[in-house]
């Protein structure tokens, strides 16, 4: 990104979200920061209260991160979707840490059908509009398409970035 300090934020689940951001990470060689939520929320119960807690905008305790988003030009916030939603831990982080951005983008990875709330959220919570943004449907990785939305992502992310 020509000069520019960028650096991934995700949380990831079940490991779609973090494999989007190795690929975003690989692309532009950019540093990467995964938030880790203090919540056990593997297996049937852990699905479960994640969904209740996204849908109820809930927050949750996340680690302490290594990396100040305030020492980066673009911070690229990865979540899934729960309930239509981002996810506790990146609404913690985003409420954390909200003054810190200049500029944010944004991708989602989600295997349920609605996913506009979670760019609201984003808004909300932000107080600005990503200047790029990647919905991303368990549909995209089974029809092996995916490569090519996260490669438009990145093209117009470099397009606003670097006018």
């Known amino acids: 990104m020509e000069d520019k300090k960028v650096l991934v934020v995700y949380y990831s689940r079940t490991g779609t979200t973090k494999d989007v951001s190795k690929i975003i990470k690989e692309k532009l060689r950019c540093s990467v920061e995964e938030i880790h939520d203090a919540k056990n929320r593997q297996g049937i119960v852990g699905y479960i209260k ?3 807690e996204g849908f109820k905008k809930s927050m949750t ?3 302490p991160i290594k990396k100040d ?4 030009d673009l911070v ?3 979540t899934p979707v729960w309930a239509a ?3 506790p831990a990146i609404r913690t982080y985003i409420h954390e840490n909200r003054q810190k951005f200049k500029n944010v983008a944004l991708f989602s990875t989600q295997k349920g059908s609605s996913s506009n709330m979670v760019y609201k959220d984003v808004v909300e919570l932000i107080g600005k509009i990503p200047i790029a943004t990647l919905k991303l ?3 995209d990785f089974k029809e092996n398409n995916y490569m090519n939305k996260i ?3 990145l093209k117009e992310i470099s397009v606003k970035i670097n006018g």
């Open 69 to 72: 988003p305030s020492m980066y």
């Open 151 to 153: 490669q438009d992502f």
């Open 61 to 63: 305790v996340i680690k």
């Open 85 to 87: 939603h981002i996810s």
């Open 50 to 52: 994640a969904g209740r």
């Open 76 to 78: 690229i916030i990865g």
């Open 137 to 139: 449907h368990s549909k």
